[in-house]
């Protein structure tokens, strides 16, 4: 017999993580979810990685995913990969809680018939963390940005590495079309949260005066992406 819940595509981008790579798929493999790990790999270390877990790790690598240090370009390389009904944006430093999925998916179905709609999931181990950091994002929200962007890129794509989740988180609050589900957790090692500030982390922020930069010019022009020009104001949570 099928499976009756609906399946999802996570995406993230991975670089030079292994062990924190395994650990975040075989929280996914142990929830017994169908979904798709979709990875944009940044390193040949990294394919390998995803080639131990054929059916349930899709590895997508291209020249276009270094041609920029951080993780903007291969987040929407890996994007326009998505063939689920809906896809969650997380990182390679998490680890899903056995239910965690299934509660998302739950609540997005329930407050989003039409799938176009944001979940966001709860940072467990960093207490007041941005609710909107790891979303589950509805098809219907996601054909959005295919819509509005020539070539279907979901992240801004001038930022590098840093910023470029709080602007489309911007965007979804501005749109107002999210609900935060507390019951849908995770663990980020983020430094805020426990974990260590690695290579890959540091590397990660080669660009933050750059990105920071960026962010403050987008804000003071009133400029928000996906939905440029941003509304004056814009409705609240759902």
């Not at 493999?29 to 390998?48: L, Q």
């Not at 329930?110 to 207490?127: K, T």
């Not at 590397?203 to 509304?231: I, K, N, Q, S």
Request: aromatic share 10%; with cysteine; hydrophobic share 40%.
């Amino acid at each position: 017999m099928s499976d009756p819940r609906p399946p999802i595509d996570l995406f993230l981008a991975s670089y030079k993580r292994p062990e924190r790579l395994v650990a975040m798929i075989e929280s996914v493999r142990a929830s017994g979810y169908p979904a798709r790990v979709c990875v944009a790999a940044g390193d040949p270390g990294t394919i390998e990685t995803c080639a131990r877990f054929p059916g349930l790790v899709e590895c997508v690598y291209s020249t276009e995913v270094n041609k920029r240090i951080g993780c903007t370009a291969p987040l929407n390389f890996v994007f326009r990969s998505l063939v689920g009904a809906h896809g969650l944006f997380c990182t390679d430093d998490c680890i899903f809680g056995a239910e965690t999925l299934d509660i998302a998916v739950a609540t997005l179905l329930e407050r989003f018939p039409d799938s176009d709609g944001v979940v966001g999931l709860a940072q467990e181990n960093i207490p007041g963390a941005y609710e909107l950091a790891f979303p589950l994002l509805g098809r219907a929200f996601l054909d959005r940005f295919r819509r509005a962007d020539p070539l279907g890129r979901l992240f801004m794509p001038g930022y590098y590495h840093l910023l470029n989740d709080a602007e489309l988180g911007a965007t979804i609050a501005c749109l107002g079309n999210w609900v935060f589900e507390p019951r849908a957790r995770i663990s980020h090692f983020h430094p805020d949260g426990g974990g260590d500030a690695d290579a890959t982390f540091r590397r990660g922020f080669t660009y933050a005066d750059h990105d920071l930069r960026l962010w403050c010019h987008r804000r003071e022009r009133g400029l928000l992406w996906g939905v440029d020009p941003a509304p004056a104001t814009g409705p609240r949570n759902a």
